[in-house]
T-cell receptor, first 115, second 117 residues
Framework: NAGVTQTPKFQVLKTGQSMTLQCAQDMNHEYMSWYRQDPGMGLRLIHYSVGAGITDQGEVPNGYNVSRSTTEDFPLRLLSAAPSQTSVYFC??????????????FGPGTRLTVL | AQKVTQAQTEISVVEKEDVTLDCVYETRDTTYYLFWYKQPPSGELVFLIRRNSFDEQNEISGRYSWNFQKSTSSFNFTITASQVVDSAVYFCALSGGAGSSASKIIFGSGTRLSIRP
């Protein structure tokens, strides 16, 4: 199993450009999420999905879109990048038992710089 | 709304000392889950423990132990006889037990632990 994979590992954008951060998991987990990590701010939840076709907003959703057309993939789209979106982005997946989620498995992260 | 507070931004101790990382949480749910993760300098996030709100027994795993106290809404993490390899950022996290609150897994801001040889 590859676990959770993220591409690219590094990306530099100019303000106003758009891009998609890719995330895939091969563990058949129904739950997937995106976090951003900024110094002193910890991990902040951007969007999450509890299954294919279902997405919802987290703590800091503005400027980001997501979709979940398959169980495996959960891409994160930046429509018009801003310097405030410079961060490290982590994708994670998990599975539920009795309605609650177990440990999250995290990808290696994407380091994004917006100039 | 759920919230996790890790008031200790950075801690530095000498190797072999014991160190406790604090985690205080807020939730209105009666059933909830608490987590600890470790992020070593290499950057990956490593799961350490998950605890549900009905189990207040302390957990011990080798040099690691966790103290869960509902009365003070705290889930503290202690490393006994710390080692240089314990140097990392440690995150505490919280999720609800069911429904929509189970799906929002919220993290604290993390505590950077440095172990000096």
């Amino acid at each position: 199993n590859a676990g959770v994979t993220q591409t690219p590992k590094f990306q530099v954008l100019k303000t106003g450009q758009s891009m998609t951060l890719q995330c895939a998991q091969d563990m058949n987990h129904e739950y997937m999420s995106w976090y951003r990590q900024d110094p002193g701010m910890g991990l902040r939840l951007i969007h999450y999905s509890v299954g294919a076709g279902i997405t919802d907003q987290g703590e800091v959703p503005n400027g980001y879109n997501v979709s979940r057309s398959t169980t495996e993939d959960f891409p994160l789209r930046l429509l018009s990048a801003a310097p405030s979106q410079t961060s490290v982005y982590f994708c994670a997946s998990s599975y539920s038992e009795s309605g609650a989620y177990n440990e999250q498995f995290f990808g290696p992260g994407t380091r994004l710089t917006v100039l | 709304a759920q919230k996790v507070t890790q008031a200790q931004t950075e801690i530095s101790v000498v190797e072999k000392e014991d160190v406790t990382l604090d985690c205080v949480y807020e939730t209105r749910d009666t059933t909830y889950y608490l987590f600890w993760y470790k992020q070593p300098p290499s950057g990956e996030l490593v799961f350490l423990i998950r605890r549900n709100s009905f189990d207040e027994q302390n957990e011990i795993s080798g040099r690691y132990s966790w103290n869960f106290q509902k009365s003070t809404s705290s889930f503290n993490f202690t490393i006994t006889a710390s080692q240089v390899v314990d140097s990392a950022v440690y995150f505490c996290a919280l999720s609800g037990g069911a429904g929509s609150s189970a799906s929002k897994i919220i993290f604290g801001s993390g505590t950077r632990l440095s172990i000096r040889p």
